[in-house]
T-cell receptor, first 116, second 108 residues
């Protein structure tokens, strides 16, 4: 099974809502990632979890809060978002995220988020 | 200078054509290199890793020139289904650095 799954596929939320994005992989990968992608731009790294510990936070605003309940699951909790946060949110995983010797990353289908 | 630079295109080519994409990177310490393909409104999918010796997978050939910090992707006998954005990806410090992507449109 080489699949990364994400739910929901689409999400529309108001600026005062609290919602969560979910990601799951069953490939035994020990590194998981959240990316944000705007139209016609490359994915932009937000967070990296390595062995269930947060290893990189790319100066993401605190209205985005990641959580890694176990090695297969990754959540992104959203609160008080702004309309400019509307984007495709991609989860990815790789075998091992240590150091500079990155393994290939496999992406989920993404959650298309619209903030009204 | 951007960390990874690609010609954004679009490259409009007829079916059956051979097309080449180039990519340059600035960090000489980068160790791993990849080409990803992304269809419109879909996730990036790994097309191939790029090795120093060069590698081939069917109609696709990737080359790496460490001295010039340059990566290439050659697609032979283009198919309509090859139409997509091709992302050059390089390892940075504990993360991947994505190029802005090159858009390929294969015409019938």
């Amino acid at each position: 099974d080489t699949e990364v799954t994400q739910t929901p596929k689409h999400l529309v939320m108001g600026m005062t809502n609290k919602k969560s994005l979910k990601c799951e992989q069953h490939m035994g990968h020990r590194a998981m990632y959240w990316y944000k992608q705007k139209a016609k731009k490359p994915p932009e790294l937000m967070f990296v979890y390595s062995y269930e510990k947060l290893s990189i936070n790319e100066s993401v605003p605190s209205r985005f809060s990641p959580e890694c309940p176990n090695s297969s699951l990754l959540n992104l909790h959203l609160h008080a978002l702004q309309p400019e946060d509307s984007a495709l949110y991609l989860c990815a995983s790789s075998q091992d995220g240590g150091g500079d010797r990155y393994n290939e990353q496999f992406f989920g289908p993404g959650t298309r988020l619209t903030v009204l | 200078r951007k960390e990874v630079e690609q010609d954004p295109g679009p490259f409009n080519v007829p079916e059956g054509a051979t097309v080449a994409f180039n990519c340059t990177y600035s960090n000489s310490a980068s160790q791993s290199f990849f080409w990803y393909r992304q269809d419109c409104r879909k996730e990036p999918k790994l097309l191939m890793s790029v090795y120093s010796s060069g590698n081939e997978d069917g109609r696709f050939t990737a080359q790496l020139n460490r001295a010039s910090q340059y990566i290439s992707l050659l697609i032979r006998d283009s198919k309509l289904s090859d139409s997509a954005t091709y992302l050059c990806v390089v390892t940075g410090t504990n993360k991947l650095i994505f190029g802005t992507g090159t858009l390929l449109a294969v015409q019938p």
